[in-house]
């Protein structure tokens, strides 16, 4: 799930914030959760709307 290459990554409960560079060098932003049974994640252009992200997640897995 977290193949990319990221920096700067964080952990909020069970989800990891990380960020990139997409194919045209622009920086984004994933939340991925790590629970086995969630497979939540999903990109996003500011890293503030992906920490609320990983802070609002509910995963189905807890
Ligand atoms: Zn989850």
Known sequence: MFNR??????RIGPVQVGTFYDGRGREKHAAACTAPRCGF??????????????????????
């Open 5 to 10: 290459r990221f920096r700067n990554t964080i």
């Open 41 to 62: 994640s999903a990109d996003y252009d500011s890293r503030a709307a992906a920490e609320l992200a990983a802070r609002t997640h509910r995963c189905p897995a807890r």
